[in-house]
């Protein structure tokens, strides 16, 4: 496979092994899979199959064992944890199961950060009109403990695109959510996608979810097996 | 991202929670009993030394025997601005009529005293503040009045020169209490005027200085240069012993406790930081997550850390000056004198010790959330990579044992405080860790409750282990002041049991003594110690006359151009050790014991000889033993003690000390019938010794209270540690089913079985280490004893505040009795 301008992200023959108490588990092996930017891609599979595994490998969270990851021409198994942490600021933004906002902190303060962590000057300005875009411009200096899940998840999205980020991993970004407010979040997050012209790699047991995006990956026991694209 | 900004945002939620209020409860507390003993130390410190001026008269003295100071001295002091009173020193015997009385002559200009006041009972019986005695005026003892048989108004003789008695004195700066005649004070313009100051007059010259303390300094560093042989600088450091020591004492054990609370806290700020940082696990992986680099993300948490901790350390220290303040306002009436001013030194090192304990015990937990994995936003169970052996851990026992090290100030000591601390650290981890062995393997037989607890404890194991060592080590340290505390306070009111000599009586000739025991039983004294008392002149030592250019210390020359004094018993006086040689039994030929600081200052080895001139007699005695000999004990000391056989010939008066009921009517009538003695009354700074003992002594309760709260606080953090966790099996055991009796059970169960480990090693950590320190204290040779050398040596160190002693008393050799 090889790299071309519109790939915005590519793995080749990704493997991951971990020592257990039973000797060497391999939970990721010889994954190989390319994302054309602006695209968006849904990895589904059963529960412990390894999406997050390979979410997380994907989003240069941690290294494989084996193969490579390129993001946006950057060789992610090459750089050492804090030069991916540096790409990861610029690039991407998360979205998780369970919210991940801190606790300390307002939802306006929340969404700063991101922007906070490039050094903007406008951090509060654009994280308030990212509140707005995600229908919370009332609930500027709400904390976390004070929204509805739902709500925390939108403040999520609002932190996830407001830097702008080339690439926006979600694992699971419904899992926690009953069905009507998930199926408003989807909207939401794909509404945003569409705005930001964002590539999406998303792990989601929800059908539905994995239905909106343009292509679905099947995961097995550490393996890929793709489907339609 | 501004660390600052992110530290104060994240603060400004947080600062509720647990962990981060007994982070600031311990730093207060810390910075609080530091600052407060520290300060009021140094308070009372100055306020001895300004005390100790006035009780010289002046804030520094030269003074010289036989000939007047050089001109120069008196210029040199005014060339600094200093005030100057000079004095001059002599025995000399007053008439009136046909009554005459041997007295010590104050001659003093009219600058004195320069500090503290002259006060004098005037003719109708009331005292007053009064000036130095005007030409033609004398003020005198009491003694010297009953002596001559005369009352103020009337008028006596000195060298020839009538003169009117002014007053009697009531105090007057500059005198000695265990003086050997009554005083009379007159002018020296008189004195000068009878040629009483000729060649020849054995008077003593003092000229008192005082002034700013910087030009003080510099007069006495240029005094030491020009000082001519046989002359001395009186300190204010020499007075005040008493004062000193009784206040010394205190702060010993004052600054054990305030040290132990603050390494109390430091356990409790450590248990604190991890939890903290184990909350913080969660948000560091997301900030990783979303791109913070970890010295950002370090740098935040620190910041919000010290944004807690530098308004904690400024409460504990605006806290600490408060209490200090109470408790000066507390022991101030025994100060005599101005106030001192506040010292600003100890506050802030209290402040900077709280940010060290601060960053010492926070620190490690606070830097290994630098290894936290990214991943673990996905995966909860994602664990840091524990490194089995991090530096880091050594922090907190090197700011502990410098932070001991400063405060015990004492090398050696500090060694063995936190040598013994680490100890009990590292045997409470092995006995635990055994324990929990055991308790795994035997714990199934246990009632449910109690079983739930330990299976807790056996599955958080490190945390177990880190609770139940800072339990331990707070249990020890309190232990270990519960143990000394009392026994110290004990040792200290002993110092002074209620029946010490407050009266001392001089010249009581040998056809008088019978009369005058016979009285002194009548009026029911207790305590009576009658000693036989020779003064003369020392005049040689080995046959040869001394001289004092032979000797380096200059006091020397004093002892052997001025007069000495020598008594004799049968057994050796109480407060007296002999440390090298034996008593004299009942020799053939004159046998001396010596003190000890006199044998070194004279370099004199046993078997050597030594002749005294006692009025028209000779002798010549062989030092045959070497006595340690304790200044402070309120009980009258000689350098030089006889064979009782040999003295007994020698022309001699007696010294007694007693003790009476203060203000015992008897007294006055014992006064008429043997005029010529004269009676010391030192009930007034018996009173204040002990008025500071019992002032310390609550002082120490107090600071007692400050450890037990921080023994408190460690409690708490040691049991927030598992909170969390517990809330969160509570919940879930309340969903399986388990009612509220069955939930508390559980819970007491863990609490109950921790306790026990904790106490378990406690109890066995603590007591060898006390033990061992109510052995030494009861090893100090009578304690509340100062050494001889240690009460003429320039920095004092109380031998009976065994904190301070007791490495020097190890150095020493074999003076354990
Ligand atoms: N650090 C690790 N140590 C041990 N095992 C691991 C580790 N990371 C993942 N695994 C194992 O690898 C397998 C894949 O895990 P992963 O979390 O990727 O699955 P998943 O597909 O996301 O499952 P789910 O749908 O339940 O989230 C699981 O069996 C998991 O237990
Ligand atoms: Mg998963």
Redesign the interface.
């Known amino acids: 496979m090889t790299f071309d301008s519109d790939t915005v992200l590519s793995a080749q023959k990704l493997s991951k092994a971990v020592d257990g108490p039973d000797g060497r588990l391999t939970i990721l092996e010889e994954v190989s899979l390319s994302v054309a930017r602006g695209a968006s891609l849904a990895i589904v599979g059963a529960s412990g199959s390894g999406k ?1 595994t390979l ?2 490998l994907l989003a240069g ?2 290294r494989p064992t084996g193969g490579a990851v390129t993001l946006d021409g950057e060789r992610l198994d090459t750089l050492d ?2 030069a991916r ?6 690039l ?1 933004g ?1 979205v ?1 199961q369970s919210f ?1 906002l ?4 307002s939802a306006e ?1 929340n969404v700063m ?2 922007l ?2 490039e ?1 903007r000057d406008d951090a509060r300005e654009r994280a308030q009109q990212a509140l707005g875009d995600v229908g919370l411009g009332k609930r500027l200096h709400h ?1 976390p403990h004070q929204l509805s899940g739902g709500e925390q998840q939108r403040v999520a999205l609002a932190r996830a695109f407001v830097h702008g980020p080339a690439l926006l991993f979600a ?1 699971e970004p419904t899992g926690n959510l009953d069905q009507r407010t998930g199926a408003a979040i989807t909207d939401l997050l794909f509404a945003m996608n569409g705005e930001h012209a964002t590539t999406l790699v998303l792990v989601t047991h929800d059908p539905k979810l994995a239905a909106r995006c343009a292509r679905t990956v099947h995961m097995r026991d550490g393996r890929l097996i793709e489907d339609a694209a | ?2 660390p600052v ?2 530290a104060a ?6 600062f509720r929670h647990g962990e981060l209020a007994t982070l600031a409860a311990a730093l207060v507390l810390a910075v609080a009993a530091l600052g407060a003993v520290g300060t009021l130390a140094a308070r009372v410190e100055r306020a001895i030394v300004a005390s100790a001026a006035e009780l010289l008269g002046g804030d520094l003295g030269v003074s010289a025997r036989r000939s007047a100071l050089p001109e120069d001295f008196v210029d040199e002091a005014r060339r600094n601005g200093l005030a100057t009173n000079r004095i001059v020193e002599f025995s000399s015997v007053v008439f009136s009529g046909d009554a005459s009385q041997f007295t010590e002559i104050r001659a003093v200009d009219p600058a004195f005293p320069l500090r503290g006041a002259l006060s004098v009972r005037g003719a109708d019986g009331s005292a007053r503040a009064a000036a130095a005695p005007a030409p033609g005026e004398v003020y005198a003892d009491r003694a010297v009045l009953v002596g001559l048989g005369r009352s103020v108004g009337e008028r006596l003789q000195i060298g020839g020169r009538d003169l009117a008695i002014a007053g009697e004195i009531v105090n007057a700066p500059g005198g000695s209490v265990f003086q050997f005649a009554p005083t009379v004070l007159m002018s020296l313009a008189d004195a000068d005027a009878a040629g009483l100051l000729g060649p020849g007059s054995r008077a003593s010259y003092r000229l008192l200085v005082a002034g700013d303390a910087p030009a003080v300094d510099r007069y006495a560093a240029w005094a030491r240069e020009h000082l001519p042989p046989a002359a001395r600088l009186t300190s204010v450091e020499d007075a005040q012993q008493n004062l000193r020591s009784a206040f010394e004492r205190g702060e010993s054990f004052l600054r054990l406790a305030a040290l132990l609370a603050a390494l109390l806290a430091g356990i409790a700020v450590a248990l604190a930081a991890q939890r903290f940082s184990r909350r913080k696990t ?2 560091v992986a ?9 010295g ?1 993300i370090v740098l935040a948490l620190t910041l919000e850390l010290a944004l807690l901790a530098v308004p904690a350390c400024l409460i504990g220290a605006a806290l600490g000056l408060g209490l200090q303040e109470a408790a000066f306002a507390f022991a101030r009436e025994l100060l005599p004198g101005a106030v001192p001013a506040l010292p600003w030194g100890p506050s802030l090192s209290a402040f900077l010790i709280g940010l060290a304990v601060l960053f010492g015990f926070a620190l490690p937990p606070l830097l290994r959330l630098r290894d936290v ?3 673990r ?3 909860r169970d994602v664990d840091t990579r524990i490194r089995r052996f991090d530096a880091l851990y050594l922090l907190p026992f090197a700011v502990g044992a410098l932070l001991i090290l400063i405060e015990s100030g004492s090398g050696r000591l500090a060694g063995v405080l936190g040598g013994g601390l680490l100890g009990v650290a590292l045997a409470t981890l092995a006995v635990s860790l055994l324990l929990l062995k055991l308790l795994r393997a035997g714990g199934r037989r246990l009632p449910g409750a109690l079983r739930f607890g330990l299976a807790n404890l056996v599955r958080r194991r490190a945390l177990t282990l880190i609770q139940v060592g800072a339990l331990a080590l707070s249990l020890t340290a309190l232990d270990l002041l519960a143990v000394i505390g009392p026994s110290l306070l004990e040792r200290w009111r002993a110092d002074l049991p209620t029946d010490t000599p407050n009266y001392f009586v001089l010249n009581v000739q040998p056809d008088q003594r019978r009369d005058f025991e016979a009285r002194l039983d009548g009026l029911g004294a207790r305590n009576l110690s009658l000693l036989p008392l020779a003064a003369g002149k020392l005049v040689a030592i080995n046959g040869q006359p001394p001289r004092a250019a032979d000797y380096a210390d200059e006091r020397a020359g004093n002892w052997i151009e001025g007069e000495v004094r020598v008594s004799w018993s049968a057994e050796v006086p109480p407060s007296n050790r002999i440390v090298q040689g034996t008593w004299h039994g009942d020799p053939a030929t004159p046998q001396l014991s010596v003190d000890q600081s006199w044998f070194e200052m004279f370099k004199l080895a046993l078997g050597d000889t030594m002749t005294l001139r006692i009025g028209d007699q000779e002798v010549t005695a062989t030092v045959s033993s070497v006595r340690e000999v304790d200044w402070s004990s309120f009980r009258v000391n000689f350098f030089m003690m006889l064979d009782p056989a040999h003295g007994d010939a020698l022309p001699h008066s007696f010294i007694a000390s007693f003790h009476l009921p203060p203000d015992s009517a008897g007294l006055a009538e014992l006064s008429r019938a043997l005029p010529n003695v004269s009676l010391v009354d030192i009930n007034a700074i018996l009173d204040r010794v002990r008025d500071i003992i019992d002032r310390v002594s609550s002082a120490v309760t107090w600071v007692l209270g400050f450890s037990l709260i921080a023994g408190l606080l460690v409690l708490l953090a040691a049991l927030a540690a598992t909170a969390d966790e517990r809330r969160f099996e509570i919940a879930l055991l309340r969903t399986l089913g388990a009612n509220n009796g069955q939930l508390n059970a559980a819970v007491l169960g863990e609490f109950a079985a921790l306790g026990l480990l904790a106490g378990v090693v406690a109890a066995g950590g603590a007591a060898p280490p006390a033990s061992r320190w109510r052995a030494r204290c009861s090893a100090c040779p009578t304690t509340g004893r100062r050494s001889a050398r240690s009460a003429r040596s320039r920095s004092p160190r109380p031998c009976w505040s065994c904190w301070r002693a007791w490495p020097a008393r190890g150095a020493s050799r074999g003076r354990r009795r």
């Open positions: 997050t979410l997380g969270l941690d944890e804090e942490a540096r790409l990861r600021r610029r991407v998360f998780f991940h801190l606790p300390a902190l303060e950060l991101p906070e962590l050094g904390y694992d | 991202m501004k900004v992110f945002r994240s603060l400004r939620r947080e969660e948000e997301l900030l990783r997550c979303l791109g913070a680099s970890r950002e994995e990214p991943m936003v996905f995966r």
